[in-house]
C-alpha cells in the first residue's frame, strides 16, 4: 500500500488560502489521490480525488506533482468552518478493475481557521 | 450524494452485553464498509459488508466479536457483541455505489463501562 505523509497540523487565517502539503513518494501509476476531511463530531466528508492532472471543483483544487510523489489541497478562501481533520488517502485496488479498493485513513492534518 | 442515517447516534452500554448498530442509505449502494474510530485516533477499516455474501473481515476483526447482517442494498447493521471498555468508539458506517466517492455515516458513538 502507498503510504502518505502530513504534517500533524496547520493554522490558517480566514479568508485566506489553506494549503495542505501531502508526501506519497511511493504511489503506483494506477492509484487515486483522495481527499477527505472529518469535522468534530462528524463522519468524514468526501473533497475531491484525482489521478495526474490537477482537479478543482466547488470545494477545493488538488495539485498534484508531475512525478505524482506528492499533492497540495488548496482550500482558496478558508472560514472558520473550514475547521477539521484533511485526510489524504492513495487508493488501494483490490483488483485490476480498481472497483473493490479501500479507503485506509492515515492520521491526517489538523487545520484550524483562525478569526 | 448518498444520505446515511445511523442508529443509535450514541448509547452506553454495560460491558459484557451486546449493542446491534443500524445503518440505512437513502438509495441502492454495491459497497458497505464498517469502521472503528478510537478517541483521538484515525478511522480503521472493520469489514466490507457486501449484499448477498459474507462480510469480509480486515486483520484484527473477526465474525464472531462484530458480525455484519447486509440483507438488501439499502441497509446493514453491525453488532459489538461481549463489549469491553476497549470497544469504546464511534462506529461508522460507509457506503459507495458507482460513483468512486465514498460517503460516511455520522457515526454512532458507544461508550462501554
Known amino acids: 500500500d502507498a503510504k502518505t505523509t502530513q504534517p500533524p497540523s496547520m493554522d490558517c487565517a480566514e479568508g485566506r488560502a489553506a494549503n495542505l502539503p501531502c508526501n506519497h513518494s511511493?504511489?503506483?501509476?494506477?492509484?487515486?489521490v483522495y481527499w477527505y476531511r472529518q469535522i468534530h463530531s462528524q463522519g468524514p466528508q468526501y473533497i475531491i480525488h484525482?489521478?495526474?492532472n490537477n482537479e478543482t471543483n466547488e470545494m477545493a483544487s488538488l495539485i498534484i506533482t508531475e512525478d505524482r510523489k506528492s499533492s497540495t489541497l488548496i482550500l482558496p478562501h478558508a472560514t472558520l468552518r473550514d475547521t477539521a481533520v484533511y485526510y489524504c488517502?492513495?487508493?488501494?485496488?483490490?483488483?485490476?478493475?480498481?472497483?473493490?479498493?479501500?479507503?485506509?485513513f492515515g492520521k491526517g492534518t489538523l487545520l484550524t481557521v483562525n478569526p | 450524494s448518498a444520505v446515511i442515517s445511523q442508529k443509535p447516534s450514541r448509547d452506553i452500554c454495560q460491558r459484557g452485553t451486546s449493542l446491534t448498530i443500524q445503518c440505512q442509505v437513502d438509495?441502492?449502494?454495491?459497497?458497505m464498509f464498517w469502521y472503528r474510530q478510537q478517541p483521538g485516533q484515525s478511522l480503521t477499516l472493520i469489514a466490507t459488508?457486501?449484499?448477498?455474501?459474507?462480510?469480509?473481515?480486515e486483520s484484527g476483526f473477526v465474525i464472531d466479536k462484530f458480525p455484519i447482517s447486509r440483507p438488501n442494498l439499502t441497509f446493514s447493521t453491525l453488532t459489538v457483541s461481549n463489549m469491553s471498555p476497549e470497544d469504546s468508539s464511534i462506529y461508522l458506517c460507509?457506503?459507495?455505489?458507482?460513483?468512486?466517492?465514498?460517503?460516511f455515516g455520522p457515526g454512532t458513538r458507544l461508550t462501554v463501562t
Open positions: 459488508a457486501n449484499q448477498g455474501s459474507e462480510a469480509t473481515y
Open positions: 484525482g489521478l495526474k
Open positions: 511511493t504511489i503506483s501509476g494506477n492509484e487515486y
Open positions: 460507509s457506503v459507495r455505489g458507482l460513483a468512486v466517492e465514498q460517503y
Open positions: 488517502i492513495v487508493r488501494v485496488a483490490e483488483d485490476s478493475g480498481g472497483s473493490n479498493y479501500k479507503l485506509t
Open positions: 438509495s441502492q449502494v454495491t459497497m
